[in-house]
């Protein structure tokens, strides 16, 4: 926490710090010859550890009663030196070496089991990395993943394997009804809240499943389209179909209606905000890309600082952030973890050693979201669908 806080990373700071921590002397020689893959897979164990607890906290099992084994999966990416992009390689612009690391896990949410958890370069398509997943996942098995595994290639595999998925409906995709006549959403979702039907997917019409639509609170939307906006770019111009399109949330599954009403749909896609959380205050204002050195190209210590820098984040979930949002909420104030993180950052002398109720004033003056009359904002409207 202190190297984040400074945006420094050295063997030299690393013996410091534990030194000062554990009251013995060690150098950074010996840190160094420490730095090996018994490390990596030591602190790799910590993070699937801690990360088990904190998945595992918000499941419901009745709603996952159908199924042999809940799979999540999920991904994130970190800018890094581009001393690393012989590893990590993403692309190259204007000459310049973009070097990005992806996290990619894979977790059984009933029973905290991480059979895949891997940086892997950014060029490596999470579609292909989707595939993988065949290799755990079996007949009777659910399937909840990021929009960016979606596939319907994939869809049709597990479907005919008798594995069940959920995930959101990527924008672009052709919906036909089973009359073969293509949908547009948003006149088929005038004047109704949600709907729950069966649709085929594709040109060629090659994927048949359940589709279950919610319109968005008038607030969440204003955000989606505000977000939109703001990240637009040349290379990047939305439809008014796409802004329109953004007033729903809309998922695919071929779980039936008599396993899961919509709402359940949901509700089991919650699952993937305990670690969406976690991705979320990863880049947060937590300086991690400024303190790996742009010279220091060791794997084992660079995954090993990612590894660490998870695991710091993981605890930070469990025993700040939610805590914190349990006792605020009981205050009907919503506590942002973006804004928690980085005031943690800039004040962690003074929190290092004090109780949740301590810091609970602080928390609820400038880390909340603003709040406007009865007007309640995204993450309690939304907590489990963004």
Same mark, same amino acid.
């Given at each position: 926490?202190?190297?984040?806080?400074?945006?420094?990373?050295?063997?030299?700071?690393?013996?410091?710090?534990?030194?000062?921590?554990?009251?013995?002397?060690?150098?950074?020689?010996?840190?160094?010859?420490?730095?090996?893959?018994?490390?990596?897979?030591?602190?790799?164990?910590?993070?699937?550890t801690?990360?088990?607890?904190?998945?595992?906290?918000?499941?419901?099992?009745?709603?996952?009663?159908?199924?042999?084994?809940?799979?999540?999966?999920d991904s994130?990416?970190l800018?890094?030196?581009?001393?690393?992009?012989?590893?990590?390689?993403?692309?190259?612009?204007?000459?310049?070496?973009?070097?990005?690391?992806?996290l990619?896990?894979?977790?059984?949410?009933?029973?905290?089991?991480?059979?895949?958890?891997?940086?892997?370069?950014?060029?490596?398509?999470?579609?292909?990395?989707?595939?993988?997943?065949?290799?755990?996942?079996?007949?009777?098995?659910?399937?909840?993943?990021?929009?960016?595994?979606?596939?319907l290639?994939?869809?049709?595999?597990l479907?005919?394997?008798?594995?069940s998925?959920?995930?959101? @409906?990527? &924008?672009?995709?052709?919906?036909?009804? %089973?009359q073969?006549?293509?949908?547009? *959403?948003?006149?088929?979702? +005038?004047d $109704?809240?949600?709907?729950?039907?069966?649709?085929?997917?594709?040109?060629?019409?090659?994927?048949?499943?359940?589709?279950?639509?919610?319109?968005l609170?008038?607030?969440?939307?204003?955000?989606?389209?505000?977000?939109?906006?703001?990240?637009?770019?040349?290379?990047?111009?939305?439809?008014?179909?796409?802004?329109?399109?953004?007033?729903?949330?809309?998922?695919?599954?071929?779980?039936?209606?008599?396993?899961?009403?919509?709402?359940?749909?949901?509700?089991?896609?919650r699952?993937?905000?305990?670690?969406?959380?976690?991705f979320?205050?990863?880049?947060?204002?937590?300086?991690?890309?400024?303190?790996?050195p742009?010279?220091k190209?060791?794997?084992?210590?660079?995954?090993?600082?990612l590894?660490?820098? @998870?695991? &710091?984040?993981?605890?930070?979930?469990? %025993?700040?952030?939610?805590?914190?949002? *349990?006792?605020?909420?009981k +205050?009907? $104030?919503?506590?942002s973890?973006?804004?928690?993180?980085?005031?943690?950052?800039?004040?962690?002398?003074?929190?290092?050693?004090?109780?949740i109720k301590?810091?609970?004033?602080?928390?609820?003056?400038?880390?909340?979201?603003?709040?406007?009359?009865?007007?309640?904002?995204?993450?309690?409207?939304?907590f489990?669908l963004?």
């Amino acid at each position: 926490m202190q190297m984040m806080r400074k945006g420094t990373n050295s063997y030299r700071n690393w013996a410091y710090i534990i030194s000062s921590i554990t009251g013995q002397y060690v150098t950074k020689q010996a840190i160094s010859l420490r730095m090996t893959n018994a490390w990596l897979t030591t602190v790799k164990s910590l993070v699937e550890t801690t990360i088990k607890k904190q998945i595992s906290k918000q499941v419901n099992p009745h709603l996952f009663k159908q199924f042999k084994n809940v799979w999540l999966q999920d991904s994130t990416c970190l800018q890094l030196p581009e001393t690393l992009y012989e590893k990590y390689r993403c692309n190259v612009q204007n000459g310049k070496k973009s070097t990005v690391a992806k996290l990619n896990i894979v977790m059984n949410v009933l029973n905290g089991f991480c059979p895949v958890m891997s940086w892997e370069g950014f060029n490596v398509s999470e579609p292909l990395l989707g595939k993988r997943i065949t290799e755990v996942a079996h007949k009777g098995d659910l399937i909840i993943r990021d929009l960016g595994y979606f596939g319907l290639s994939s869809f049709r595999d597990l479907q005919a394997s008798g594995v069940s998925f959920l995930s959101k @409906l990527r &924008y672009g995709v052709v919906v036909y009804n %089973l009359q073969g006549r293509r949908i547009d *959403l948003t006149e088929l979702m +005038k004047d $109704k809240e949600w709907l729950d039907t069966v649709v085929l997917l594709g040109e060629q019409k090659e994927l048949q499943t359940r589709m279950v639509v919610v319109r968005l609170p008038e607030e969440v939307i204003a955000t989606r389209k505000r977000n939109a906006r703001k990240h637009k770019s040349s290379t990047t111009r939305h439809s008014k179909d796409y802004y329109d399109q953004l007033d729903y949330i809309v998922f695919i599954t071929n779980v039936s209606n008599d396993v899961w009403s919509y709402k359940e749909v949901c509700d089991a896609y919650r699952v993937r905000w305990n670690i969406e959380i976690l991705f979320k205050s990863w880049k947060s204002g937590l300086h991690i890309d400024k303190i790996i050195p742009a010279d220091k190209v060791k794997t084992e210590r660079v995954e090993s600082f990612l590894y660490l820098i @998870l695991l &710091y984040l993981t605890w930070f979930n469990i %025993l700040l952030y939610e805590p914190l949002k *349990l006792a605020l909420f009981k +205050k009907s $104030k919503y506590l942002s973890i973006l804004k928690l993180a980085q005031w943690i950052t800039l004040n962690y002398p003074l929190f290092a050693n004090v109780r949740i109720k301590q810091i609970l004033p602080h928390a609820e003056r400038y880390c909340c979201y603003e709040t406007r009359g009865d007007r309640l904002n995204n993450l309690a409207k939304l907590f489990a669908l963004t």
